[in-house]
């Protein structure tokens, strides 16, 4: 009996091992199926795409399972209206990603900066792109501070209202635009800019640009209405093609 009983763990752990080794089976083999549960959702979606992007470029997808070589460092918001792959018809591999609440750059936050030191001096990344975006709820938040139960988020905005309080004359304090879509808009550039400003002056993009001075820092502005990226022109300051109105 105790033999049996050895054999059958045995069995069962080599079919253990066994299927540790097997990849997950694309949809159409059964294993997941698409229900409403949101979580399945997600496992579905995933065994979909994994199945089209190695049928159509199997070869990045070996290339990329040793190592990564993105040209891009995308320093976003963490709105799921804005994920970077999709809404710039990249692929694995091409961005390097950090998002937070409406893209603050601060010094002192270590995961952002830790992002921009492993991106800049160790991926060697040849882009910066700081995206804003318009609609966003970090920027609508800072101004109106109606929000209840805030902790973590303080930080990020009151940074970001600290650009209204130091820049009076264009966001005067009583101003009845104070919740209109064009203030939030201006904020939303002004915050862009801000963060440019704080990645120039760290040691970290120093010593990039002068490993590489074609090292290009760029400010983004993302319209969620009409899903176009917009740069910002630093001879204009103001993003070009974007209706602030
Ligand atoms: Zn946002």
């Known amino acids: 009996m ?6 059958a763990i045995a069995t069962l752990l080599a079919t253990a091992a066994l299927s540790s080794t097997i990849a997950p089976a694309a949809p159409d083999e059964g294993l997941v199926e698409y229900n409403t549960d949101t979580t399945n959702q997600l496992i579905y979606g995933n065994n979909q795409w994994s199945v089209s992007i190695k049928s159509a470029n199997n070869t990045l997808v070996e290339k990329l399972t040793t190592s990564q070589k993105p040209n891009y460092l995308w320093i976003g ?4 209206r804005v994920p970077p792959s999709t809404i710039t018809g990249t692929t694995i591999g091409d961005i390097f990603v950090v998002r937070n609440i409406a893209n603050v750059v601060d010094e002192h936050d ?11 001096l160790h991926l060697k990344v040849t882009h910066i792109i700081v995206a804003g975006h318009l609609n966003c709820g970090g920027i609508q938040s800072a101004i109106n501070m109606t929000l209840e139960n805030v902790n973590y988020l303080r930080p990020y905005l009151n940074t970001i209202e600290a650009l209204t309080r130091n820049n009076p004359d264009h966001f005067p304090s009583s101003s009845s635009m104070s919740n209109s879509a064009a203030m939030l808009n201006k904020l939303t550039q002004f915050n862009v800019v801000r963060s440019l400003r704080i990645i120039k002056k760290t040691k970290v993009y120093q010593k990039a640009l002068e490993l590489n001075p074609n090292l290009k820092l760029e400010g983004w502005l993302y319209d969620v209405r009409t899903l176009w990226l917009n740069r910002f022109d630093d001879t204009h300051t103001s993003f070009e093609g974007v209706d602030f109105s």
């Open 2 to 7: 105790r033999g049996i009983f050895c054999v």
């Open 77 to 80: 918001c963490a709105d799921s």
């Open 110 to 120: 270590l995961s952002m900066m830790s992002v921009i030191e492993y991106a800049l």
